[in-house]
Nanobody, 119 residues
Framework: QVQLVESGGGLVQPGGSLRLSCAAS????????MGWYRQIPGKQRELVAA???????NYADSVKARFTISRDNAKNTGFLQMNSLKPEDTAVYYC?????????????WGQGTQVTVSS
């Protein structure tokens, strides 16, 4: 059984920074793509950034040049460095991973971490 455990959310002032982490626990798997999504009440969950196992990345236009996604494959951990935060970045952020086992690939989600950008 694999679990994605997120950490690093919180309250920050506009212009500030936060770093989110997502650690995959368990054994006997490999992680294909990892990503971060965010959701505000009443709206659909949206992709923020994603990174493949080889390190290729893509970002939502709204966060380009401000957010950086990375991963440590040896530790099965992903990161989202968020700089120059804006009030409109306020949301619950979810980690997502496409994880492979001998029998196939499956989708996993973290529990979500609140990010609030406010003065």
């Amino acid at each position: 059984q694999v679990q994605l455990v997120e950490s690093g959310g919180g309250l920050v002032q506009p212009g500030g920074s936060l770093r989110l982490s997502c650690a995959a626990s368990g054994s006997g798997f490999s992680i294909n793509t990892m990503g971060w999504y965010r959701q505000i009440p009443g709206k659909q969950r949206e992709l923020v950034a994603a990174i493949t196992s080889s390190g290729s990345t893509n970002y939502a236009d709204s966060v380009k040049a401000r957010f950086t996604i990375s991963r440590d494959n040896a530790k099965n951990t992903g990161f989202l460095q968020m700089n120059s935060l804006k009030p409109e970045d306020t949301a619950v952020y979810y980690c997502h991973a496409n994880i492979g086992f001998k029998i196939g690939y499956y989708e996993y989600w973290g529990q979500g971490t609140q990010v609030t950008v406010s003065s």
